[in-house]
């Protein structure tokens, strides 16, 4: 089973509102990444966790906030959301194990409007 | 830090005609290379990946690439395209290195089938 999952598919929310996008895989690994996709653009890294701490943050708006509860669950919780972060957000996950090599398995995504 | 470009942002052949599909990659250190298809709506799905083995790799779907360091490419290759190949396709990269770390991608090319 090569499966990441996310919940919600999609959500809408205020400027003022806080929400959590969920993230979970069965597979064993110890690598998890959220991406952000914009239409018609490629997805961009936001995150990596690795054996569940934070390895890599590339600059995100504190607003984003990462959690890795255990090895098989990642949240993004958000909060005082601007339009501008409307997009696709991908969760991924690979083994961690072998480096850089390994392949990224990812999620359908959640697809965020903010109003 | 490490790069691709992606020659051509739309592709349109015929179906049963040959793909080509076209990455050209800047990196400082050996690079692992990957191809991904999105398709409309969904994550990303690996469709081949390059990590120094050989060069020539066989993916999924009938799909193949072929690494030449000499012209810093890794194009993608189906030699008869199929109405299902319509898709987004990205290249991406990560560099040689310990750790996890995440893709970087290049801009993508949407391919289109014509009957």
């Known amino acids: 089973d090569t499966e990441v999952t996310q919940t919600p598919k999609h959500l809408v929310m205020g400027m003022t509102n806080k929400k959590s996008l969920k993230c979970e895989q069965h597979?064993?690994?110890?690598?998890m990444y959220w991406y952000k996709q914009k239409a018609k653009k490629p997805p961009e890294l936001m995150f990596v966790?690795?054996?569940?701490?934070?390895?890599i943050n590339e600059s995100v708006p504190s607003r984003f906030s990462p959690e890795c509860p255990n090895s098989s669950l990642l949240n993004l919780h958000l909060h005082a959301l601007q339009p501008e972060d409307s997009a696709l957000y991908l969760c991924a996950s690979s083994q961690g194990v072998s480096g850089r090599s390994e392949t990224q398995y990812f999620g359908p995504g959640t697809r965020l409007l903010v109003l | 830090a490490q790069s691709v470009t992606q020659l051509g942002s739309h592709v349109s052949v015929s179906e049963g005609a040959l793909v080509l599909l076209r990455c050209n990659y800047s990196?400082?250190?050996?690079?692992?290379l990957f191809w991904y298809v999105q398709y409309p709506n969904q994550g990303l799905q690996l469709l081949l990946k390059y990590t120094s083995a050989a060069t020539l790799v066989k993916g999924i779907n009938g799909f193949e690439a072929e690494f030449k360091k000499s012209e810093t490419s890794f194009h993608l290759t189906k030699p008869s395209a199929h109405m299902s190949d319509a898709a987004e396709y990205f290249c991406?990269?990560?560099?040689?290195?310990?750790?996890?770390?995440?893709?970087?991608f290049g801009k993508g090319t949407h391919l289109i089938i014509q009957p």
């Open positions: 597979m064993g690994h110890r690598a």
């Open positions: 966790y690795s054996y569940e701490k934070l390895s």
């Open positions: 991406a990269v990560t560099s040689s290195g310990g750790g996890a770390d995440g893709l970087t």
């Open positions: 990196s400082s250190v050996p690079p692992y």
